[in-house]
């Protein structure tokens, strides 16, 4: 127990010290969109590559992943219901508010969760490539065509060919199951970078933090509330009985459920703000969640660790 609060308390410190850097200016209004762009484009393909090619492949594909994936589609299909059919929000709002509820920051909370709380950066892998190539893929095909009333068909197949992080995560894979020497001078080079990500995602999100204003009426506080319930409480919850039910037990069921805690991913956000819809309700889910799932995280290691 003590090492996992440890563990929150580096991430912690790392975040404030970039919502200091935010507060106090000392790299301008410019710096946290450099700053994210150089961990989206270079730092995080180089980290994602280097964890996934040195991750197990049974580790990769394995009852982690399927507990995973049924934990997010049960969060997603009870939030699905709930605002489509209840709430009558469009299809694009609805895809918004849905993946708020259940697609974790495994990215930028998550590797550093795993590598500061877990113990090991590779637990985060099967997560983050079930979201890049599965989940990803099928909600901006719903946002396209909801918002532009069409899709087209190369624009989906080619966009995996153009995200780096699926680019590096693919790579990394094919590294991992078909096992090829790499001489270690080659992959060193992105060792070094892929250090640098953990850190400065952090310091970004930290930095992403100062001047919100939560909870403003006539935002979706409704469905800001209900995303941040599930993802908070239900998410783990469903992880822990879908992993004893697969017979996961003892650390790997505490890395199922402490990933399933895992705070909204930003990418919620950049998704909403691509397309225009549920801005508000991601963003304010996303740092909602970010701050509740310290405490449901603290409290899964207590209960599992």
Known sequence: MLGVLV???????IIATGYLVRRTGLLGDE???MLAKLVFFVLSPCLLLTVIADADPARLFSPLM???LLAALSVF???FLVVRFVWRRKTAETVVTTLAAGYVNANNIGIPVAVYVLGDAAWVAPVILLQLLLITPLSLTALDLST???????RILAQPFRNPIIIGSAIGLVLALTKVPVPEAALEPFRIMGAAAVPLMLMNYGMSLHGQRLLQPGTGRRDVLTASALKLFAMPLAAWLLGSALGISGHQLFVVVALAALPTAQNVFNYAQRYGRGETVAR?????TTVGSVAVLAAAAALLH
């Open 31 to 33: 710096a946290r969109y």
């Open 148 to 154: 532009r009333g069409g899709v087209s068909v190369g």
């Open 284 to 288: 304010d889910t996303i740092l909602i």
């Open 7 to 13: 563990g929150f308390a580096i991430i912690a410190v």
């Open 77 to 79: 299909l009870v939030m």
């Open 66 to 68: 399927l507990a995973s």
